[in-house]
C-alpha cells in the first residue's frame, strides 16, 4: 500500500473475474507509466474464488489487495439475478470499507481516488466521507455506456416492458437497438436486477470521471457523442483497450495441452470456441454446437462447461459441477480427434488468442474477449448469451468484426447454422471481409497505445488529476 508519498489509487471491483482482470491491468499501467501505488478492495459473499487469488497473486508488490469480509446475503433468494448478488455485495460491504479507509486515514495512507465499476457506485458514500474523489471504471464500451447514461430517460418515458416495444430505440450515438437486445436486467423491469442496475446507473453523474475500456477506432461516432460535456454526465475518458495478458486460472497441463495442439495446426486454422468465465448453454444448444463443429469439417478448440438453463450459472465460479465431457454427442470426441481439441471449463484465453494457428474466435461477446480478440486481429463468431452481451454483438457485427450466429425460430442455433457460420468465417468471403476489418481494428488498437495515442493521453490526462488530488489530501492529512 501507500507509503504516504508516492500517489495512492484504491479500486474495487464488484464480484466477478470479468470484471477484476481489465481492472488488473488499470492498475499495472497505473504503476509502471504514472508511478502510482494501487490498492484492490475486494468485495464478495463468500471467501475470495481460486482464479480471484490467482489473478491477485501474479501481481507486483506496489498492488496490494485487502479482502473485506463476506457480506451476508443469507436473505437473498437463491434465484435472485447475478446483477442484484453484485450490487448487494458491494452496498453491504460499506461498513467493511469505512473501518478500512478509517485506518489508512491514521496512518496516512489515504487513497486520493477510489474507482469502481458499473455496480459498485455506493461505495462512493464511504468515498465522500473521506474526501476521496470517486471515479468509475466502465469495462465494456462507449457504445452501452451511451445507453446506460440514456436509461433513466427511457425508465421515465416508456411505461411497457422494454422488451415489448416494437420500433428499435434510436438513442444518439448508439447502434439501433431493440427492447430484447437490451442489457440483461432490463428484460424484466420489475426484477430487482433491473432496480439495481438503474440505481448504480443514476448514481453515474456523482463521479469525477468516467473511464471506458474501448478505443476511437472502434466507435468513433459514439465517442465523439459521449464525450460531449452535458449536464449530470461526468467527463469520459477512453483509455482501452486493456487487456489480459495473462493465463491466471488455467492449469498448467490444460496450457500445455492447448498451446502444444495449437503448435500443431497450420497458420489460421483454428476456430477457438469459449463462452467466458462463466457462460453456459442449455443441453439442447451444447449438442447442437457440438454437432455443427464436426460438420462444419474445420478445426476447432472448445472449452466446454456442463450445459445449464442459466445462461450466466457458472458466473461466481468457471469449473463446472459435474464432468462437462459427459454431456458431449455419443462418439464426438473420437470422430473430431483429428480436426478439434476440447478442453474442459478454462483454458489460457490471452495466449491462444496470440497463437498463429487460431483463424477465429466463436464467442459470448464479454467484452474482454471481444478485446482480446481485437487486439490480436482474431476474426469473430458473436455468439451473445447475457449481461450487455447482445448489445456487444451489435456493435462488433455493426463495425465489421464479427459475423453472426443465428437463432432458429425455438431459440436455439441448429448445427448446420453453426457448420454455415464456421465455415463462412474460416474459409469465406464474409470472413474475409471480417479478417480485413480486424487487421485495421488492430492497428488502430496499437496506434492508440503508443506514447502519443488517443487513449494514452487520456490517461495522462486523468493520472495528472488524480496526483493533484492526492496532494490536496496529503495537505489535509497533515493538517
Ligand atoms: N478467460 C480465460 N479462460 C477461459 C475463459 C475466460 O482466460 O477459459 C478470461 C478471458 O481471457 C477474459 C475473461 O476471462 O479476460 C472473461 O471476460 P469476458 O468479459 O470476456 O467475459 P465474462 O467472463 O466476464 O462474461
Same mark, same amino acid.
Given at each position: 500500500?501507500?507509503? =504516504?508519498?508516492?500517489?495512492?489509487?484504491?479500486?474495487?471491483?464488484? &464480484? =466477478?473475474?470479468?470484471?477484476?482482470?481489465?481492472?488488473v491491468e488499470l492498475a499495472k499501467r497505473l504503476l509502471d507509466n504514472h508511478g502510482f501505488t494501487v490498492t484492490f478492495i475486494i468485495p464478495g459473499d463468500s471467501p475470495p474464488s481460486k482464479a480471484q487469488r490467482s489473478v491477485l497473486n501474479s501481481l507486483p508488490s506496489s498492488i496490494a489487495s485487502v479482502f473485506l469480509p463476506p457480506a451476508d446475503l443469507s436473505d437473498v433468494p437463491s434465484t435472485a439475478r447475478i446483477e442484484t448478488r453484485i450490487s448487494l455485495t458491494v452496498t453491504r460491504s460499506n461498513p467493511a470499507l469505512r473501518e478500512l479507509f478509517g485506518s489508512l486515514s491514521a496512518e496516512k495512507r489515504l487513497p486520493a481516488v477510489l474507482v469502481v465499476d458499473l455496480f459498485g457506485t455506493d461505495a462512493f458514500d464511504v468515498a465522500a466521507e473521506f474526501h476521496v474523489s470517486p471515479y468509475i471504471f466502465y469495462a465494456s464500451n462507449a457504445n452501452v455506456l451511451t445507453f446506460l447514461l440514456h436509461l433513466p430517460k427511457l425508465d421515465e418515458t416508456v411505461s411497457c416492458e422494454f422488451r415489448e416495444l416494437t420500433e428499435p430505440v434510436i438513442i444518439p450515438g448508439c447502434v439501433p437497438i431493440t427492447g430484447k437486445d437490451f442489457v440483461d436486467p432490463c428484460q424484466d423491469r420489475k426484477d430487482e436486477s433491473y432496480k439495481w442496475l438503474l440505481h448504480n446507473v443514476k448514481r453515474f453523474k456523482e463521479a469525477e470521471g468516467i473511464l471506458v475500456n474501448s478505443f476511437?477506432?472502434?466507435?468513433?461516432?459514439?465517442? !465523439?457523442?459521449?464525450?460531449?460535456?452535458? &449536464?449530470? !454526465?461526468?467527463?469520459?475518458?477512453?483509455? +482501452?483497450?486493456?487487456?489480459?495478458?495473462g493465463s491466471h486460472d488455467a492449469d498448467v497441463n490444460d496450457e500445455y495441452k492447448c498451446l502444444n495442439w495449437l503448435d500443431n495446426q497450420p497458420f489460421g486454422s483454428v476456430l477457438y470456441v469459449s463462452f467466458g468465465s462463466g457462460g453456459t448453454l442449455t443441453f439442447e444448444q451444447f449438442i447442437e454446437l457440438a454437432l455443427g463443429l464436426a460438420e462444419s469439417g474445420k478445426r476447432f478448440l472448445w472449452v466446454i462447461r456442463s450445459p445449464s438453463g442459466i445462461a450466466s450459472s457458472s458466473y461466481f465460479n468457471p469449473q463446472s459441477r459435474n464432468d462437462p465431457f459427459s454431456f458431449l454427442p455419443q462418439g464426438f470426441l473420437d470422430r473430431t480427434k483429428e480436426k478439434g481439441l476440447v478442453v474442459g471449463s478454462w483454458a489460457p484465453q490471452a495466449q491462444i488468442l496470440t497463437h498463429t494457428s487460431i483463424g477465429g474466435f466463436l464467442t459470448h461477446c464479454g467484452w474482454n474477449s471481444s478485446l482480446e480478440s481485437i487486439v490480436n486481429g482474431v476474426?469473430?463468431?458473436?455468439?451473445?448469451?447475457?449481461?450487455?452481451? #447482445?448489445?456487444?454483438?451489435?456493435?462488433?457485427?455493426?463495425? =465489421?468484426?464479427? /459475423?453472426?450466429?443465428? /437463432?432458429?425460430?425455438?431459440?436455439?442455433?441448429?448445427?448446420?447454422?453453426?457448420?454455415?457460420?464456421? #465455415?463462412? /468465417?474460416?474459409? +469465406?468471403?464474409?470472413?474475409?471481409?471480417?479478417?480485413? !476489418?480486424? !487487421?485495421? /481494428? #488492430?492497428?488502430?488498437?496499437?496506434?492508440?497505445?503508443?506514447?502519443? =495515442?488517443?487513449?494514452t493521453k487520456s490517461l495522462n490526462e486523468v493520472s495528472l488529476k488524480w496526483k493533484a488530488h492526492q496532494r490536496k489530501i496529503d495537505q489535509e492529512q497533515e493538517s
Open positions: 500500500m501507500a507509503d =504516504g508519498n508516492t500517489p495512492h489509487v484504491a479500486i474495487i471491483p464488484s &464480484p =466477478g473475474i470479468g470484471h477484476l482482470i481489465p481492472l476511437v477506432d472502434l466507435e468513433p461516432n459514439t465517442i !465523439k457523442i459521449v464525450q460531449e460535456p452535458a &449536464p449530470d !454526465k461526468p467527463p469520459v475518458y477512453l483509455i +482501452g483497450p486493456l487487456v489480459n495478458s476474426p469473430l463468431i458473436a455468439w451473445p448469451l447475457y449481461a450487455e452481451q #447482445k448489445m456487444n454483438a451489435l456493435l462488433l457485427v455493426d463495425v =465489421g468484426a464479427a /459475423l453472426r450466429a443465428r /437463432l432458429g425460430e425455438d431459440g436455439v442455433v441448429g448445427r448446420e447454422e453453426v457448420a454455415r457460420v464456421v #465455415k463462412g /468465417l474460416i474459409e +469465406g468471403e464474409e470472413g474475409n471481409a471480417v479478417r480485413k !476489418k480486424m !487487421k485495421e /481494428l #488492430k492497428e488502430g488498437s496499437v496506434r492508440v497505445l503508443r506514447d502519443d =495515442g488517443f487513449s
